[in-house]
């Protein structure tokens, strides 16, 4: 079992990349959108930046935050005006390894899964124009982004500038990546055990390659599910309803709660539903503690950048400070 692991190069062996510089080898780069210091600066401060929303309440960061591992740990986000997103937010880290973006592949790439979510009816309810006209309206927001693009913000590059952002949100050096690479020590023997069950029990079958996940759409209905029909949305096909995109399992472990619907509340509960849904298997009990302790192994180290918050530029003009609100707190 050991040769499906060694096999495989990890994700960051594929994708390398000094963000301090403008050096970046790797495919996952688009050729129209290559790295550069200051458009990852732009696109930090439009990931926190609240008034990329209609009404100020949200921003990218509100739904996927680094003290819950570029995730949140409820089972689903509240939008602008307290309306409940269908569905859970997945962790932005490690997404530049994803064939697709959202969970039924809804945007083909990070700059429109980016402006995705700024139109999203519940998110931001914003058109990226309208934010574009908004912050240019604050000379930093207009300053950089004329040295980046050589132009004011405008929908296109607010949507490349995040996305940019986004693909520097990778965490390397987890513990099975370091055991891959030569340190014995790095995996404990129950987690050399729970390799070998996940492997055994033909978890590799959707959860492989160096992002452990083969990009494919499973079919799975939880509780709560019943009217979300995924994929069967984009594709119309009768046989993709409920089919939802596998999901990484890079840091799995630490974003919490599981499925589309987060309907599961912990790692073990979610093994036992994937090993029941998919392989009609009733794993018992030390299988199941040794495969999620092989889970934890592939956690990561938290990009410090993204544990750092930008310091936003103030002001505006008339309209861009969000609603006025009445003493009730209500519009």
Not at 156 to 166: H, L, Q, R, V
Not at 197 to 222: E, M, R, W
Request: with cysteine; glycine share 8%; proline share 6%.
């Amino acid at each position: 079992f050991f040769f499906f692991f060694f096999k495989q190069k990890t994700a960051y062996e594929i994708y390398q990349c000094d963000w301090s510089s403008d050096v970046c080898s790797s495919d996952l780069i688009p050729a129209d959108n290559q790295v550069t210091p200051d458009k990852i600066k732009l696109g930090k401060m439009l990931y926190w930046d609240r008034r990329t929303s209609k009404t100020g309440a949200t921003s990218c960061g509100f739904c996927h935050h680094p003290a819950y591992y570029g995730a949140e740990p409820m089972r689903k986000s509240v939008g602008i005006n307290g309306e409940i997103h269908k569905r859970n937010a997945q962790t932005v880290l490690n997404a530049a390894f994803l064939e697709r973006q959202f969970w039924a592949g809804e945007a083909p790439d990070l700059e429109q899964q980016a402006l995705g979510a700024i139109r999203s009816h519940v998110a931001a309810r914003s058109w990226p124009k309208e934010v574009a006209e908004r912050l240019n309206r604050l000379p930093e927001y207009e300053e950089l982004s004329t040295k980046v693009w050589g132009e004011p913000l405008t929908e296109e590059n607010i949507g490349k500038s995040i996305a940019t952002f986004m693909r520097t949100l990778i965490t390397p050096n987890y513990p099975l990546a370091r055991w891959l690479n030569g340190d014995d020590n790095a995996l404990t023997e129950q987690q050399k055990r729970g390799m070998a069950s996940f492997s055994d029990n033909l978890c590799t079958a959707c959860h492989s390659g160096p992002n452990f996940s083969n990009s494919s759409y499973q079919k799975i209905i939880v509780p709560g599910g019943e009217g979300d029909f995924g994929l069967y949305k984009r594709t119309k096909k009768e046989d993709d309803k409920y089919r939802f995109k596998v999901p990484s399992l890079l840091n799995v472990a630490e974003t919490p709660p599981y499925t589309h619907k987060g309907m599961v509340n912990d790692l073990p509960s979610m093994v036992r539903l994937m090993a029941k849904e998919m392989l009609d298997k009733d794993l018992k009990d030390d299988v199941v503690e040794d495969i999620v302790a092989f889970l934890h192994s592939l956690t990561g180290e938290m990009p410090q950048h993204f544990l750092v918050m930008p310091v936003l530029p103030t002001g505006g003009g008339e309209g861009d400070f969000g609603p006025d609100l009445l003493p009730s707190g209500k519009n």
